[in-house]
């Protein structure tokens, strides 16, 4: 049975990197979805959530819930996203019964993308081929929020030919944090350094993530510091589009 | 006083400290691990630990008066301080009280956070510090940096210095015993001299009166017995109902703070001396401090009472791990101290605290009682919102940029302008000057969006 599920792109992947976005879709078709992407959506709000501004806050998760609400299922190609919409907007609307409701009704139904593909479909990327070694850092929010570990390391163990290597502390922030990473530089700086440090140490081709924030962190400071490591979001191999440019290289 | 970012930038710069962080908190982390996976089911430790602060939490005023009865009824005496002046006054009288010369005083918290140690100096008492870390932050003049470990931004190289210049007879073996055995030599006749012991309290038992402590040195049970007087401050949220829950929470605190099954030295005091007790001291005094605790239940901080002092937060946060405890500028650092703070020392002089914090959730998974620490951030960082203590670039850049999401349509526009703009700074794919994002390419490139949005290049396909 087909399932017409709704594709929220978020922010990030709109702006800075649409090809986890068309990954997504990609995936989703071939485990059998038929995918929308609605028109009213713009930014879960987390931004406006996590800076305190709560009016703001509420007023894009409303946004968000009225542009979900009438799909089978809304599949979000980040953790923070979609733990941003599972876990707080029922927080947001604590005291707004006709917003609550609608809220809860979103939240039971949105899913981060791998989380998906693995336990609601119980797909597997089926010929995939991609020689290279990869190492896979645990994105904070998707991990303690929504608990997705397993999911994506069972989907990338389908593509033939990719190794996955063990990232030392891949459980450990890379502080990015959203504006943390602006309002704090120097304290954020020495804490990607670390990890992009232990991301060498490796001595994987691939750094491999769900979150785009976190990638872009990583990435940045793997280019910055002369590293020959390349960084996909891991729904773009999933996808087969693992030949493609990685972050900061020119298609 | 300095700023969050001047300190945090201080110590960024000190290898020094990173290295002595490092090693105390990483060791830490790794026999926290192994304790816990050694550990039947410690999820529902959790989570009885959690229950059984918040039933106590929700019912302080009767177990509060439950442990005054029986504490007065062992023999002790019982005060209830408002604020950390009132607590340090009621201390200080009692010392007076006692023609105390000196006192010893056994490593509390809740000591640093009423000024303890500043109040005796004032009213000429002299006090020893008998933990051996404390004793190192006296001989150097410093504040603690760490809950548990007060002296662990020093390295034993440093402590080794220190020692050689201060102590009578010190060490001359470059080991870690002979420094230890220095300290001993310093320590062991002040405390026995002392004339008043002071200590913190890690559980009052409601049902019984007794005031447990926990140490590893032995130092709380050399300070406290052989002197005449006995002062304990305690949190008023250190009450459990009875020993069994005591030892729950023992096992939560040993295993998050250290990685040990158990402390070296775990002691509960019920009352002073009896007649026909060997040892112990003739009174016993009980200080109950508040200041701020019962305003922290009434205004959604409940939660943050459940905190049994073990560190594992700090021990397990990103950021403390870079910058040490001195960076937070309170009593207390870390998540937890990051929650604490503002509550003590004003919200508009500590907001950085908030926001200091990448929101991972580390430290409430590993909290032993689960407190929703990021939760608690959050809702400070909302407080400083409403309050307008947010700086006003902050608060002009969300509005408009919240402004223009809240326009799905005008968003899709001011994208589109957006992705043209930054695209022009690109070389090669990356981005390593932003103006107005100076803090993200300072230290790392940029990578160069894509031409086109997701949104303009799906709904060009999808008219094809």
């Known amino acids: 049975m087909t399932k017409n599920v709704a594709l929220f792109v978020t922010c990030l992947v709109d702006i800075m990197r649409p090809r986890i976005g068309f990954a997504a879709i990609r995936a989703l078709e071939s485990a059998g979805c038929d995918v929308v992407v609605p028109q009213g959506q713009t930014c879960c709000g987390q931004p406006a959530l996590n800076s305190g501004d709560r009016d703001h806050a509420v007023a894009l998760a409303k946004q968000t819930t009225a542009a979900l609400e009438p799909y089978e299922a809304i599949i979000v190609p980040s953790g923070s996203c979609a733990g941003t919409i599972r876990c707080h907007y029922p927080e947001l609307f604590e005291h707004d019964a006709a917003w609550l409701p609608r809220a809860q009704a979103v939240v039971a139904k949105t899913f981060e993308v791998m989380a998906y593909l693995d336990e609601v479909c119980g797909w597997q990327p089926d010929g995939v081929t991609l020689p290279a070694t990869a190492t896979y850092h645990d994105s904070c929010s998707g991990l303690r929020e929504l608990g997705i570990k397993a999911q994506p390391r069972r989907l990338l163990d389908a593509i033939d030919g990719l190794s996955l290597t063990p990232l030392a502390g891949a459980e450990t922030c890379c502080g990015f944090g959203g504006t943390f990473c602006v309002k704090y530089p120097a304290i954020s700086n020495a804490i990607v350094g670390e990890k992009a440090a232990a991301i060498d140490a490796t001595g994987a081709d691939l750094l491999l993530a769900g979150d785009l924030g976190c990638l872009m962190n990583m990435a940045g400071k793997l280019h910055r510091d002369g590293s020959k490591v390349r960084a996909f979001h891991a729904i773009e191999l999933i996808a087969g589009m693992g030949d493609g440019p990685a972050i900061g290289e020119e298609a | ?464």
């Open chain 2, 1 to 464: 006083m300095s700023s969050f970012t001047t300190r945090a930038d201080a110590a960024l710069a000190d290898p020094i400290l990173k290295i002595a962080v490092e090693r105390t908190a990483g060791t830490a982390q790794a026999k926290r691990a192994i304790a816990i996976d050694a550990f039947p089911d410690f999820e529902a430790a959790r989570t009885r630990a959690a229950a059984i602060k918040d039933h106590v939490i929700a019912h302080l005023g009767p177990y509060l008066e439950q442990f005054e009865a029986s504490a007065i009824a062992a023999g002790a005496q019982v005060y209830w301080a408002q604020t950390a002046d009132e607590a340090c006054r009621i201390v200080i009288a009692i010392c007076k009280a006692a023609g105390a010369k000196t006192v010893a005083r056994s490593k509390s918290m809740l000591g640093e956070e009423i000024g303890l140690p500043h109040a005796l100096e004032e009213a000429g008492i002299g006090r020893v510090e008998t933990d051996l870390a404390e004793h190192i932050i006296q001989l150097a003049d410093e504040r603690p940096s760490h809950i548990i470990w007060p002296a662990m931004h020093k390295t034993s190289e440093q402590v080794s210095a220190l020692f050689k210049a201060k102590h009578r007879t010190p060490h001359q073996e470059e080991t870690i015993a002979a420094m230890a055995q220095s300290a001993r030599r310093e320590l062991r006749g002040a405390m026995l001299g002392a004339d008043v012991g002071i200590s913190g309290a890690n559980f009052l038992i409601a049902d019984s009166g007794a005031v447990c402590t926990v140490t590893n040195e032995g130092n709380a049970e050399l300070s406290l017995v052989p002197p005449r007087v006995h002062i304990v401050t305690a949190g008023i949220e250190k009450i459990v109902p009875s020993m069994p829950h005591a030892i729950h929470m023992l096992r939560m605190l040993a295993r998050s703070a250290t990685g040990a099954a158990l402390t070296q030295y775990t002691t509960f005091y019920t009352g002073p001396r009896r007649p026909g007790d060997r040892d112990g001291p003739e009174e016993m005094h009980i200080v109950l401090v508040d200041n701020g605790r019962t305003k922290m239940r009434e205004e959604g901080l409940a939660e943050m009472l459940r905190c049994i002092r073990c560190g594992a937060c700090m021990n397990h946060c990103v950021v403390f791990r870079q910058i040490g405890g001195h960076a937070y500028g309170g009593t207390y650092p870390g998540p937890m101290g990051a929650v604490l703070t503002p509550t003590l020392d004003g919200l508009a002089a500590t907001r950085d605290l908030a926001h200091a914090c990448t929101l991972n959730g580390m430290c409430q998974q590993v909290c032993p009682v689960k407190i929703p620490l990021p939760t608690l951030l959050r809702g400070w960082r909302e407080k400083s919102w409403r309050e307008g203590l947010e700086p006003t670039s902050m608060r002009a850049g969300l509005g408009l940029w919240a402004w223009v999401a809240t326009r799905p349509a005008l968003y899709r526009l001011g994208t589109a302008i957006a992705i043209r703009a930054i695209r022009l700074l690109g070389r090669k794919g990356w981005i390593a000057r932003l103006p107005l994002a100076g803090g993200w390419t300072q230290y790392r490139d940029l990578p160069k969006p894509a031409a086109q949005s997701f949104m303009a290049q799906y709904h060009q396909e999808q008219r094809k």
